[in-house]
């Protein structure tokens, strides 16, 4: 896939601003902007120096098309390892589209989505993971998701499977000199070494496995689920918590019929809030099914919210508690309605398990309070910026393929099949460390993983 052609587009958010930027790279670049471009000091822009910026007009045809600066990067020092340029000019469409079609007349094309991104990995100036952080860095919203980004920019998951990946490859050596001496029944590679490296790496591929799931839920929000009997006010919660009238709140018990999400950003952390259907014994079948998806909502959620009012029946609400307790679910209880009701606290024989809140979702008492306790559930706060964590879905399926392979390797060593078969499985776990750096990959997950980039990143 390596083409060094010129390829050019536009750098800035479409639309018109105060300035756009537009890439131009490859081993032409500088024969084809010169062509189109005409510095105020008259030189050539061959002899000018690296790393700098010049002003200048862009002129087609002895017409003045505007004022810009260009920037010169040469290569290998530039973002995609190759010659670069970037004009700034003025923000009008007009202007961008027209440099722009000055450029492809004089010898470049139009880059594709993530073309320069792909260049930069192809010259060896990132690994695929860190592209793909460039990627969730551009689409970052939060602070949690930039903060994930720029962890796997600087090489996070990376360095690790690399240096794993290194010890793995001189046992596979040795293993495969074995191999050639086999006749002779010789063993160059220490059995209990390499069952401590795989105990290690077992070990190691499980924690980044398990970290998916908070991963996921940084880059998609965590899913909080809204849950309790009818008319206990989940809906009116829902709408205090996010400020707006989301949710049809009635005295009608049942008003909620199905599930109901929207998502809010609180200090730098999304939170996917599901409104869900009361729980109760009911004839209405369409009822029903809104309960069922209840159900469902709540096995998927990673924290409940469940409402509940300061005088309900103490049994029932422990019942409720121990079922979502169960599940191994974090979990706040919000006791609401104390604008129109006296509080006063439950005995309950799992305070050390969840959070008990008093509230009014009506009045909006207390909600500041709950919404930090969710960030406080979130552990987002507590995460060390050494901890490595995996958000990308490629890299989860990767990581589990090689998990079953490292877990075959250790179950060889246990009953001590011959080296081939080790020889194998080692390989096989290699295979995926490198599909996640891409020291293994293909045109076909090249092209899936760019095309999801913007065109001029």
Not at 131 to 151: F, R, W
Not at 230 to 251: D, F
């Amino acid at each position: 896939m390596q083409n060094n052609d010129a390829i050019c587009a536009i750098a800035t958010a479409a639309g018109n601003g105060a300035i756009a930027v537009i890439r131009i790279s490859g081993s032409d670049s500088y024969s084809v902007v010169e062509k189109i471009f005409f510095p105020q000091s008259k030189k050539n822009i061959h002899t000018l120096k690296a790393n700098t910026i010049h002003f200048g007009t862009v002129q087609a045809q002895g017409k003045i098309i505007d004022e810009v600066l260009v920037s010169l990067f040469r290569a290998p020092h530039s973002y995609t390892g190759e010659d670069s340029i970037e004009i700034s000019c003025h923000g009008s469409v007009f202007i961008q589209q027209q440099i722009l079609q000055l450029l492809v007349e004089n010898g470049a094309r139009l880059a594709t989505a993530g073309e320069f991104t792909m260049r930069a990995f192809l010259a060896g100036k990132m690994d695929l993971s860190q592209a793909e952080a460039v990627a969730d860095l551009i689409a970052s919203q939060t602070k949690a998701e930039h903060s994930l980004a720029i962890q796997q920019m600087k090489g996070g998951v990376t360095n690790e499977i690399q240096h794993l990946r290194d010890l793995l490859l001189n046992f596979i050596s040795l293993i495969e000199l074995e191999l050639d001496f086999s006749e002779e029944d010789v063993e160059f590679a220490d059995r209990k070494e390499l069952l401590t490296l795989i105990n290690r790496v077992d070990k190691y591929l499980k924690t980044l496995i398990a970290s998916f799931q908070q991963g996921n839920a940084i880059k998609k929000g965590i899913p909080v689920a809204i849950v309790g009997r009818p008319n206990v006010g989940k809906s009116t919660l829902l709408n205090a918590l996010l400020n707006e009238e989301r949710a049809i709140v009635s005295e009608i018990p049942g008003t909620t019929r199905d599930t109901l999400e929207d998502t809010m950003i609180i200090e730098g952390m999304t939170f996917r809030f599901i409104d869900t259907a009361g729980i109760r014994h009911t004839t209405d079948v369409i009822e029903n099914l809104g309960i069922e998806r209840t159900h469902q909502t709540i096995a998927k959620a990673d924290i409940v919210i469940l409402v509940s009012e300061p005088n309900a029946p103490g049994m029932e609400l422990m019942m409720q508690i121990a079922d979502i307790l169960s599940l191994n679910k974090k979990l706040i209880v919000a006791f609401n309605k104390i604008d129109v009701q006296e509080s006063h606290l439950l005995d309950n024989v799992f305070e050390s398990d969840y959070k008990t809140i008093y509230i009014s979702a009506k009045k909006g008492e207390n909600i500041d309070q709950l919404r930090q306790s969710l960030l406080d559930l979130s552990s987002f706060n507590q995460l060390d910026t050494k901890d490595i964590i995996i958000s990308n879905v490629r890299h989860f399926d990767a990581l589990q393929n090689a998990l079953q392979a490292i877990e075959r390797v250790h179950e060889g060593l246990q009953t001590r099949i011959s080296s081939d078969f080790l020889a194998q499985d080692i390989r096989q776990a290699l295979h995926y460390f490198g599909l996640i750096t891409g020291q293994i990959t293909t045109d076909e997950i090249l092209g899936n993983i760019f095309s999801k980039f913007c065109i001029g990143k």
